[in-house]
């Protein structure tokens, strides 16, 4: 062989061996990148969390550094923070999934408030009912310290423990109060009233606090019912319950359509122990003819309910209404109409009859001829009209009329042995007890407001004022007239000189009743300063006024 070729040879064999090496290098440095790879990973995950019960626990938890595509991956357990105990987990994170333990634990105790339970002697419960408002992460179970006595009357203490999923204690103090008597008592609307042996369960000596008779048994509803057993007082509640329906009976109608229907015209007798309502079960077809079905519904206080069928049969009403008596009036201007009286109208069918005036175009204060219209409409839209004529005749107020009614009145009411004093007390009198206030009358006419007064009786303040104003005249009284500053109201009344000066004379009744005879000019403004000025007047038109 030739050196040429030993050398070829060698050089082969130093190559084959870096190759080698070169390889081995590659591995080794895959083999602790992997290593790197694998330790970087897994310390992305805490191996274990620990939480108190009742922290929401989320995957971010479990993660070293936060990572917001991090979440549970499949084969994990599903986590419920109010039950303590080991979860095991898989988070995804990065490349990998990790496994990591959850320890859900119970450190704090639960609390609660002690309650009150009532029952009836004998009659036992659940510890549970002694606390409320209980608070803890985890399920509570409630146990008695001590059983109570369900057998002893009256007020005591009960300790129950509360214990929740960890284990933790917390002992709450509740009491019991057993009654003598029931704790409700239910009965039927309009039956006799309950006994004392209806409630009471246990005692010798009891009776009533309620005044049981004042309790009306017709209306469902609570009551609250005291009474002492034994010397003990006691309250319950009494439930008075409607449980029976209705008894009704009902009946078959035949009328015109459009005429407006109500349940009650179906209804021949309706009897219940507490009050009934009445509907239709279906609105009744009112514009069809023929014959159709009504179901007719009765609904007592206790919500019982008792249906009933009816037939309604219906037909076209073509026929008006007929108006008599609608004649010609004549009035004296300013009195008052009544349009209807001595009128009728009839129809075959008088249901939803309507009768109305239309008196629009007459003027009852003002002499003249004026059309006023009666009309009279069925429920079918069938109507008659009939115009008839007011006549309105001018009334005359002349002063001789006038000062014979004032002398009349006069004569009755003064003796000539009066002193003027007298005379004008008697006035006021006959006034006050002779004339009937009406807030309205025409102010332009003082002789008329006289003779309304003296005649007709009735008036306002004006009407007032002018009668005593002709009635002092007459009795030889020196008077003049007085007249309240125009605000939003007017008001009229009389000034009087006996001999010593002008004093205030006001017959027009108000509601608090003053007298006001002969009043200074200081009672008087002392008077309406306490009324909202009702008699504040220009005094520099009366500087005689005392």
Known sequence: MSRRTLSKKKRSKKSGKKRWLAGVAILMVLAVSVTVFLLYENYRVYGECYVEAGVDVTVQDFLRRPDSQACFAEGSDVIDSTVPGDYFVRVKTGLLAHKSTLHIIDSIAPTGEGATVSLEIGKECEADLFVEQIVDATAVTVSYVERPDFLMPGLQEVHVMLTDAGGNQTEVAGELFVSLVAAELTVEAGSMPPTLRDFVIEGENA????????????????????LSVDGAEY?????????????????????????????????VSVEDVTGVSLSFGKE????????????????????????????????????????????????????AVSYKKNVTVTDNCPEGLEFTVDNSAVNLSEAGEYPVVYIARDASGNETTQTATVIVEARMYDLETVYALADSVLAEIITPEMTPLEKVKAIYRYNVTHIAYINHSEKDDWARAAYEGLAERKGDC????????????????????????????????????????????????????????????????????RHHGSHNYDHTLYPEVN
Request: charge should be negative; charged fraction near 20%; aromatic fraction near 8%.
């Open 284 to 335: 009744p077809d009112l514009t069809a003819e023929g014959v159709q079905t009504v179901e007719i519904v009765a609904v007592d206080k206790g919500g019982n309910e008792t249906a009933k069928e009816a037939r309604l049969t219906l037909a076209a009403d073509h026929e008006a209404p007929v108006i008599t008596g609608g004649e010609d009036l004549t009035v004296l201007a300013g009195d």
């Open 207 to 226: 009776a009533f606090l309620t005044n049981m008779g004042s309790i009306d048994y017709t209306v469902p509803g609570d009551r609250v019912v005291e």
């Open 235 to 267: 309250s319950t509640t009494m439930h008075i319950v409607d449980t029976v329906p209705p008894v009704m009976q009902v009946k078959d109608l035949q009328s015109f359509t459009k005429v407006p229907r109500s349940p009650e015209d179906f209804v």
């Open 462 to 529: 004006y009407v007032y004022a002018c009668t005593a104003k002709v009635l002092l005249d007459r009795a030889g009284i020196h008077n003049m007239d007085i007249a309240k500053i125009p605000t939003s109201r007017t008001h009229f009344w009389n000034l009087v000189n006996l001999g010593d000066g002008w004093y205030h004379f006001d017959t027009t009744p108000r509601s608090d009743h003053p007298t006001i005879i002969m009043w200074t000019e200081e009672q008087l403004m002392e008077y309406s300063g």
